[in-house]
């Protein structure tokens, strides 16, 4: 009966696993291997900055309605269009699942239209009531809702621009390699397919000129 030979060390047992991989990891980077992963990456990270913008806008809403609320509380039906719009907008649930669901993308991208068109007849409104157009509170609530406005068309625009480069890798050469070799369950990211006219930033006159 031949005599059992001793087990190695559970180091030296892995040693020649790593050098291989200490040897391969340079050359797959060098080949794009970390492409998808880079893009994708970035993709998500300009989405959270839509969100973030989005967010931002939803937070001003509740001051911007008992603001005017204060000076048109008839204008009843208005501010509950506004209210029920935001309350739509931010209930819907987004994961990162959300950027290859058409459904819940397309979903998500209404309700946010659906608010800026409601804050835009809103802001429309505001044309009635001359105290309220020079009203302190009023007004800067106002520049910080254009800001927003400008913001999450900055926003859209970078998301846009990085879904672009990150759907590009899982169709183009070489990275479509590494994304059938390596990446199978990566899936392109949904972009935004609302109509412009609806995701223009809400339009302010004040009989001054300078408004929009």
Same mark, same amino acid.
């Given at each position: 009966?031949?005599a059992?030979r001793?087990?190695l060390p559970?180091?030296?047992?892995?040693m020649?696993?790593?050098?291989i991989m200490?040897?391969?990891?340079?050359?797959?980077a060098?080949?794009?291997?970390?492409?998808i992963?880079t893009?994708e990456?970035?993709?998500k990270a300009?989405?959270?900055?839509v969100?973030?913008?989005?967010?931002?806008?939803a937070d001003?809403?509740?001051?911007?309605?008992?603001?005017?609320?204060?000076y048109?509380?008839?204008?009843?039906?208005?501010?509950?269009?506004?209210?029920?719009?935001?309350?739509?907008?931010?209930?819907?649930?987004?994961?990162?699942?959300?950027?290859?669901?058409?459904?819940?993308?397309?979903?998500?991208?209404?309700?946010?239209?659906?608010?800026?068109?409601?804050?835009?007849?809103?802001?429309?409104?505001? /044309?009635?009531?001359p105290?309220?157009?020079?009203?302190?509170?009023?007004?800067a609530?106002?520049?910080?809702?254009e800001?927003?406005?400008?913001r999450?068309a900055v926003?859209?625009?970078?998301?846009?621009?990085?879904?672009?480069?990150?759907?590009?890798?899982?169709?183009?050469?070489?990275?479509?390699i590494w994304?059938?070799?390596?990446?199978?369950?990566?899936?392109?990211?949904?972009?935004?397919t609302?109509? /412009?006219?609806?995701?223009q930033?809400p339009?302010?006159?004040?009989g001054?000129?300078q408004?929009?």
């Open positions: 009966m031949a059992r001793p087990a559970f180091a030296l047992r892995t020649p696993a790593l050098l200490a040897l391969l990891l340079p050359l797959l060098g080949c794009g291997y970390n492409t992963p893009a990456e970035n993709a300009a989405w959270s900055e969100l973030n913008q989005y967010q931002r806008r001003l809403i509740p001051n911007l309605v008992e603001t005017v609320k204060g048109a509380s008839h204008e009843k039906d208005v501010l509950e269009g506004v209210v029920e719009a935001r309350a739509k907008a931010t209930q819907v649930t987004v994961t990162p699942e959300t950027l290859s669901d058409p459904n819940a993308f397309k979903a998500f991208q209404e309700n946010q239209a659906g608010l800026t068109s409601a804050l835009s007849r809103l802001l429309a409104v505001v /044309e009635n009531y105290d309220l157009k020079a009203n302190q509170n009023f007004l609530l106002q520049a910080q809702l800001g927003t406005e400008n999450i926003a859209r625009r970078d998301y846009i621009q990085a879904v672009r480069d990150y759907n590009l890798t899982l169709r183009t050469f070489p990275s479509v994304a059938t070799l390596w990446f199978r369950s990566n899936q392109p990211f949904q972009n935004f609302v109509d /412009e006219d609806k995701m930033a339009q302010v006159n004040f001054t000129g408004g929009g």
